[in-house]
């Protein structure tokens, strides 16, 4: 059983950044698809950034490119995202997740649905 804890969130002005952190426990293997997804209020869960633990390898949703950096620290067992020129729109409750891989399905390709575990969420309110 894997726990996630996020922490990290916060109020900021557009342009701002935010870092938020996601401490992981309980883990019995180093092969994860971790990722951050968000919610805003009316508004379905999407994914925002995914890591495959085990390489590295990351992918990003379009409308955060260039913006937002997901990255790990193995020591820790800690995943981050890095938020530079954030935007109203980015204002959404965000979550940390994780799951084994599915077959057949990439860690950023893999919906809400397909991770096991979640976080509690930590909010990000981005004022113009």
């Known amino acids: 059983q894997v726990q996630l804890v996020e922490s990290g969130g916060g109020s900021v002005q557009a342009g701002g950044s935010l870092r938020l952190s996601c401490a992981a426990s309980?883990?019995?293997?180093?092969?994860?698809?971790m990722a951050w997804f968000r919610q805003a209020p009316g508004k379905e869960r999407e994914g925002v950034a995914a890591i495959l633990t085990s390489s590295g390898s990351a992918n990003y949703a379009d409308s955060v490119k260039g913006r937002f950096t997901i990255s790990q620290d193995n020591a820790k067992n800690t995943l981050y995202l890095q938020m530079n020129s954030l935007k109203p729109e980015d204002t959404a409750f965000y979550y940390c997740?994780?799951?084994?891989?599915?077959?057949?399905?990439?860690?950023?390709?893999?919906?809400?649905?397909?991770?096991?575990?979640w976080g509690q969420g930590t909010q990000v309110t981005v004022s113009s």
């Open positions: 309980g883990a019995r293997y180093n092969r994860y698809c």
């Open positions: 997740a994780a799951s084994r891989p599915k077959y057949g399905v990439s860690c950023h390709q893999a919906g809400p649905t397909e991770y096991d575990y």
